[in-house]
C-alpha cells in the first residue's frame, strides 16, 4: 500500500510503558506498525483526511499482552466457550495474541486437526492467534511433521487428568523431548500420588466433600514431583522446556535467576490466579475457584510474586479454561477445574501494582516481552518503531467492578465477580485496527498467525 493511502493514528501524550523506560510520548500508527515514536506532543501530523489523533494524556500505552495459555474450547466443546467469544474477551482485556490448548474436541494432536483450528481462527478470531499440538503416547509421527515457525510448543500432560492425552511411557516422552527445535511445554502434576490422594479422601469424606481439600488432593507433592522429573529429562535432553502453571514455592527452586530469559533452558510459567487467589477463597467460591494445579497457600501466593520479581517466573498467563456455571456448581469430584480469565489477567496484575506487589514495567515484561523473545515472536511484544502495532491503552484511575453485565465469556461468569479494579482498558489495537474502543469491543478483527524465529 502507497504510504499516503494507509490509516494513520497518532496516540499523543501517553505514558508509554516498554523496557523499562517509561516516558511520556507520541506514538505513529501506519497501517498495521508502528511508525514512530516521539517526544510528546511532537508527532508529525499529517494534513491527510483520515489521520486519527487520540489524546492520551494520564493514559498508559503497552505493548498488547501475549497470552500463551489458553483454552478457547473450539472445537468440540463450544458450549463452554469459543474462538470467537473468548478472542473478543481476550481484546477487550489488552490481549492482542493467544497460544492455544490441544485439549478441545478432537484433540490437537495430528497436522490436520491443528491445520483446522488455525482456518478456523482465520475466520473467527478478533486476534493473533497460535495452536499448540499435543503429544500423546502415540502421536510422535505427527509431532515430527510439525512446522516449528508456527507451531509455539508441543503440549504434555505430565499425568493430569484431561482425557486420555497423556503421555506416560517414559521412552516416548524421552523421544519427544529430543525432538529438538519446538519447546516442550508441560503440565507437571503426578497423576500416581493424585489418584491415591482421591481414593483417600472419598473414603474418609465421601463425594460432598469441601472444594478446599483440592490442595490436598492435588498435593504440592504431586507437582514438586512432576515437574522435578520433567526439569530432569529436559536437562538430560537439551529440551527446551516451558513449566506451565506453577503453584508451589518449593517449584520455584527449579528455575534460575534473571540474566536474559533466552539464555534459559526451563522456563517458569504462573498464571493470574496463583498470584491473585489463595486457599481462603475456597469458602466463599467452591469450585468456582478449583484449578488444576489448585490455589494454594498465602505463602505460595507470595511466594510465586517474588519470583516473578526475582526473575525465576518469566510468563505470566492466564490459563483461561472455561466452564459453564452448571458444570461447576457440580460436586467436587465431578466439578471440572479451570475458570475464565483472559478479560481480566491484564488489570488483575495492574491491581497489584496499585498494591505494590509488582510494577507496570515488570508486568509489561512477563506479559508482553518475555512471551516474544521465548518462543521468538518476531515483530512484536514490543513498542518499537517497525513493530506492529499491538498496543493497549489502560487507564490507571478508572476504577469498575466486575459484573454479570460486563464479562463477555461465552460461559457468562468470572470467579472475580465483584472485584473492583482500580485500571481499565480503554482501547486495543491489533496490527493497527483497534478491536475494542474506549470501552466497547468495535466489531472490527484484525487476526494474524503467529510466527516463530528459532
Ligand atoms: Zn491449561
Given at each position: 500500500m502507497p504510504e499516503e493511502t494507509k490509516n494513520k493514528t497518532v496516540i499523543r501524550n501517553a505514558l508509554l510503558i516498554s523496557e523499562e523506560n517509561s516516558r511520556e510520548a507520541d506514538v505513529l500508527i501506519s497501517g498495521d506498525r508502528i511508525a514512530g515514536i516521539y517526544p510528546p506532543g511532537k508527532a508529525p501530523v499529517s494534513p491527510a483526511p483520515g489521520t486519527r489523533i487520540i489524546e492520551a494524556s494520564g493514559l498508559w500505552l503497552m505493548p498488547g499482552v501475549i497470552?500463551?495459555?489458553?483454552?478457547?474450547?473450539?472445537?468440540?466443546?463450544?458450549?463452554?466457550?469459543?474462538?470467537?467469544?473468548?478472542?473478543?474477551?481476550?481484546?477487550?482485556?489488552?490481549?492482542?495474541?493467544?497460544?492455544?490448548?490441544?485439549?478441545?474436541?478432537?484433540?490437537?494432536?495430528?497436522?490436520?486437526?491443528?491445520?483446522?483450528?488455525?482456518?478456523?481462527?482465520?475466520?473467527?478470531?478478533?486476534?493473533?492467534?497460535?495452536?499448540?499440538?499435543?503429544?500423546?503416547?502415540?502421536?510422535?509421527?505427527?509431532?515430527?511433521?510439525?512446522?516449528?515457525?508456527?507451531?509455539?510448543?508441543?503440549?504434555?500432560?505430565?499425568?493430569?487428568?484431561?482425557?486420555?492425552?497423556?503421555?506416560?511411557?517414559?521412552?516416548?516422552?524421552?523421544?519427544?523431548?529430543?525432538?529438538?527445535?519446538?519447546?516442550?511445554?508441560?503440565?507437571?502434576?503426578?497423576?500416581?500420588?493424585?489418584?491415591?490422594?482421591?481414593?483417600?479422601?472419598?473414603?474418609?469424606?465421601?463425594?460432598?466433600?469441601?472444594?478446599?481439600?483440592?490442595?490436598?488432593?492435588?498435593?504440592?507433592?504431586?507437582?514438586?514431583?512432576?515437574?522435578?522429573?520433567?526439569?530432569?529429562?529436559?536437562?538430560?535432553?537439551?529440551?527446551?522446556?516451558?513449566?506451565?502453571?506453577?503453584?508451589?514455592?518449593?517449584?520455584?527452586?527449579?528455575?534460575?535467576?534473571?540474566?536474559?530469559?533466552?539464555?534459559?533452558?526451563?522456563?517458569?510459567?504462573?498464571?493470574?490466579?496463583?498470584?491473585?487467589?489463595?486457599?481462603?477463597?475456597?469458602?466463599?467460591?467452591?469450585?468456582?475457584?478449583?484449578?488444576?494445579?489448585?490455589?494454594?497457600?498465602?505463602?505460595?501466593?507470595?511466594?510465586?510474586?517474588?519470583?516473578?520479581?526475582?526473575?525465576?517466573?518469566?510468563?505470566?498467563?492466564?490459563?483461561?479454561?472455561?466452564?459453564?456455571?452448571?458444570?461447576?456448581?457440580?460436586?467436587?469430584?465431578?466439578?471440572p477445574s479451570g475458570g475464565p480469565t483472559v478479560q481480566h489477567s491484564l488489570v488483575m496484575m495492574l491491581e497489584l501494582c496499585h498494591r505494590g506487589e509488582l510494577t507496570p514495567e515488570l508486568v509489561v515484561r512477563k506479559m508482553c516481552h518475555n512471551p516474544a523473545i521465548l518462543f521468538g515472536i518476531p515483530d512484536r511484544g514490543f513498542i518499537r518503531e517497525g513493530y506492529k502495532a499491538d498496543l493497549v491503552l489502560v487507564d490507571p484511575a478508572a476504577p469498575w467492578t466486575v459484573s454479570r453485565k460486563n464479562i463477555l465469556y461465552k460461559c457468562g461468569w468470572s470467579p472475580l465477580e465483584g472485584t473492583t479494579f482500580r485500571n481499565s482498558v480503554v482501547t486495543t489495537f491489533a496490527n493497527g485496527i483497534p478491536v475494542f474502543e474506549d470501552g466497547h469491543l468495535t466489531g472490527r478483527r484484525a487476526p494474524e498467525m503467529l510466527r516463530f524465529k528459532r
Open positions: 497470552d500463551d495459555h489458553v483454552h478457547f474450547r473450539e472445537p468440540g466443546l463450544t458450549h463452554k466457550a469459543d474462538i470467537a467469544s473468548e478472542s473478543a474477551a481476550a481484546a477487550a482485556g489488552g490481549v492482542t495474541s493467544f497460544m492455544e490448548m490441544p485439549n478441545t474436541v478432537p484433540q490437537t494432536v495430528t497436522i490436520g486437526e491443528w491445520e483446522r483450528k488455525n482456518s478456523l481462527a482465520r475466520e473467527r478470531s478478533v486476534i493473533n492467534y497460535s495452536f499448540y499440538l499435543g503429544a500423546t503416547d502415540s502421536n510422535i509421527d505427527e509431532l515430527r511433521k510439525a512446522n516449528p515457525d508456527l507451531v509455539p510448543a508441543f503440549k504434555l500432560f505430565l499425568g493430569a487428568s484431561t482425557g486420555n492425552m497423556l503421555v506416560s511411557n517414559n521412552e516416548t516422552l524421552e523421544a519427544i523431548f529430543r525432538l529438538g527445535k519446538i519447546p516442550v511445554a508441560c503440565h507437571c502434576e503426578d497423576e500416581k500420588i493424585i489418584k491415591a490422594n482421591s481414593a483417600a479422601y472419598r473414603e474418609e469424606y465421601g463425594e460432598t466433600i469441601s472444594p478446599s481439600f483440592h490442595p490436598l488432593i492435588r498435593s504440592r507433592e504431586a507437582c514438586l514431583t512432576s515437574s522435578t522429573a520433567a526439569v530432569t529429562m529436559a536437562r538430560r535432553t537439551g529440551a527446551r522446556l516451558h513449566l506451565l502453571h506453577l503453584s508451589t514455592a518449593e517449584e520455584t527452586k527449579l528455575l534460575t535467576q534473571g540474566g536474559d530469559p533466552s539464555s534459559k533452558q526451563i522456563i517458569g510459567e504462573v498464571c493470574v490466579h496463583h498470584l491473585w487467589f489463595d486457599d481462603r477463597a475456597y469458602a466463599e467460591k467452591g469450585n468456582l475457584v478449583k484449578w488444576n494445579p489448585p490455589i494454594r497457600k498465602s505463602s505460595d501466593r507470595e511466594a510465586l510474586v517474588r519470583a516473578v520479581r526475582e526473575g525465576l517466573i518469566d510468563i505470566i498467563a492466564t490459563d483461561h479454561a472455561p466452564h459453564t456455571l452448571e458444570e461447576k456448581s457440580a460436586p467436587y469430584f465431578s466439578a
